[in-house]
């Protein structure tokens, strides 16, 4: 198991950028495939981003070109950049790390973009 720590939320105009981390207490982070969610005041939790532990990253279509997910091994974070940030990304955002059956969430962050 591994214990996930997000930090860099906040409040921001729109257009405005945030840079979420998530900070993992485990050795082998490396070896666990990492996730950005976000949910949204009655919305169910939908997946934003993720990276594989090869550094391949995949996106939604709703922030593809906007948001950027990177990781650094060596310090065993994940990042979540955010550009032209929207009202409609107001949101608690999430890190996940999944290996194999295991799955872990940090407790979240709130973002909000106002208008």
């Known amino acids: 198991q591994v214990q996930l720590v997000e930090s860099g939320g906040g409040l921001v105009q729109a257009g405005g950028s945030l840079s979420l981390s998530c900070t993992a207490s485990?050795?082998?982070?490396?070896?666990?495939?990492m996730y950005w969610y976000r949910q949204a005041p009655g919305k169910q939790r939908e997946l934003v981003a993720d990276i594989t532990i090869g550094g391949s990253t995949s996106y939604a279509d709703s922030v593809k070109g906007r948001f950027t997910i990177s990781r650094d091994n060596a310090k065993n974070t994940v990042y979540l950049q955010m550009n032209s940030l929207e009202p409609e990304d107001t949101a608690v955002y999430y890190c996940?790390?999944?290996?194999?059956?295991?799955?872990?969430w940090g407790q979240g962050t709130q973002v909000t973009v106002s208008s």
């Open positions: 996940n790390a999944k290996r194999g059956f295991f799955s872990n």
């Open positions: 485990s050795t082998i982070f490396s070896t666990w495939r």
